[in-house]
């Protein structure tokens, strides 16, 4: 079955092709759509999966029956997760337990609050960062973010005396980058590289009061990550000065504008 829902819409047009009536309403997106064609280019373009995100924000003024029966649902799909979580093996493995114990304490010696989630959640599963003890040095599991092209890529073994800028080089300078990268992030590779922002999201704040750090390009990863808190493993957003967004910095009480796109994946 489809994940659209079916509604009446007498004053909206479909939103992919702007000629027909719309009948259906992304519950991921919200996006209006005519017909079952024209749902699946939406999704194509906009790399949407139709599925409603069931953390996204809704207002106590929108708050309905459904929504209250869709949290409950959802709070006891996280209880059976977590249940399971703490009964698979490799949760009570000493190995995986000295493991995680050594990169929380060698990640507290650099003063980087390092914080493991349980065995199930996605972010644990994904996790691929090590420490090198003859090397002393941490090779990270990395996230970035594009959201003004909505593309995001996972680094892996990223060593933690990597310059910012030198990460971001294969990606959007023009020159380095691969082609086919090049030409997904046109708009990254073309801009002034004073226009580009390193983005990372601060833990542990309200979600109505989310806040973001802005990185130093010209620092070394280690350095950037220093007195922060890192859930499993860092996720970068990297934006443009230029193009509106809606993520706030903290302590320039302003806002930079940017696409909804980087929130919903990040807490997807």
């Keep these: 079955p489809s994940p659209f829902v079916g509604v009446l819409f007498t004053s909206f047009r479909c939103e992919t092709c702007s ?3 719309a009948k259906y ?11 079952l064609l024209c749902v699946k280019k939406h999704k194509l373009a906009l790399s949407c999966n139709g599925v409603r995100d069931k953390t996204a924000f809704v207002s106590v003024n929108e708050f309905t029956d459904l929504n209250l029966l869709s949290d409950y649902r959802f709070l006891e799909d996280v209880g059976r997760t977590a249940d399971a979580a703490a009964r698979h093996p490799t949760m009570h493995s000493p190995a995986t337990k000295k493991l995680l114990y050594i990169l929380r304490n060698k990640a507290r010696k650099c003063d980087i609050d390092l914080r493991t989630l349980p065995i199930g959640f996605t972010k644990r599963r994904e996790n691929s960062t090590t420490f090198n003890c003859m090397e002393k040095k941490f090779y990270w599991h990395l996230k970035l973010i594009f959201p003004h092209c909505r593309a995001e ?6 060593p933690d005396d990597k310059i910012l800028a030198d990460i971001l080089k294969p990606y959007i300078d023009p020159v380095e980058s691969d082609p086919v990268v090049c030409q997904r992030l046109k708009i990254y590779t073309v801009s002034p590289q004073s226009d580009v922002r390193i983005l990372m999201k601060i833990e542990n704040r309200r979600r109505n009061s989310v806040r973001y750090n ?9 350095d950037n990550l220093k007195g922060k808190v890192i859930i499993e493993y860092p996720t970068l957003f990297v934006v443009l000065k230029t193009l509106k967004n809606d993520m706030v910095v903290l302590g320039q ?3 930079i504008f940017i696409s909804c796109y980087a929130i919903r994946v990040y807490f997807s």
Excluded: F, I, N, Q
């Excluded at 890529?153 to 990223?158: E, N």
């Excluded at 802005?214 to 280690?222: M, Y």
């Design 19 to 21: 000629k027909e009536e």
């Design 25 to 35: 309403r992304c519950p991921r997106c919200m996006k209006y759509s005519c017909s």
């Design 153 to 158: 890529y996972t680094l892996k073994g990223v």
């Design 214 to 222: 802005e990185l130093d390009a010209s620092r070394s990863l280690l």
């Design 253 to 255: 009480g302003k806002h």
